[in-house]
């Protein structure tokens, strides 16, 4: 008799190992379900931000582009050539508002506070502009200030977007 209550104490032992051993595995492989799982969606948020920040930069280099397109005008003394210049200017703007929206929902404070410091240059680089059309309209004689400061700005703004480029690179290779 005590050989049959070893043979059933040794089936249990080697039931309760089964169940052991099997809880032991569904536990390893819903951790390792979780850890991909978090894994996939760290790599999709992280493609979401790449593509709210390509889409930025561009807009960045359009303003840049179309701040150069006013700066000759400036030089001038006709308003004609720098209102049309100014309205591309200030769609420019209005796509990087835009754009800076996206961004600021999907990256870190040091890329935000780029984007910020960037489009509070992007609206001086404006308000410039449109200073020197007020000041040509009214024939005044500092409308080579403004061309300085704006072109000043301008620069500024080249210099932030480098910097909004550096602190993208850093988000995005997780430094």
Known sequence: MDQGWAAVAGAGVGVLGAVISGLVSAAALRRQSHDQLAGSRAQWHRQLRRDAYVTFIGAARHFQAQARAVSPSLGGNEVEPVQRAVVGLRSAENALLEQAQVVDLE???QVVEAVASLLATAKQVVVDTSIWLELAERGD?????????FAEDREVFGQRVDLLRDKIRQDLQGQ
């Open 141 to 149: 004689s500092a409308l080579g200030t403004y061309h300085r400061r």
């Open 107 to 109: 990256a870190p404070d």
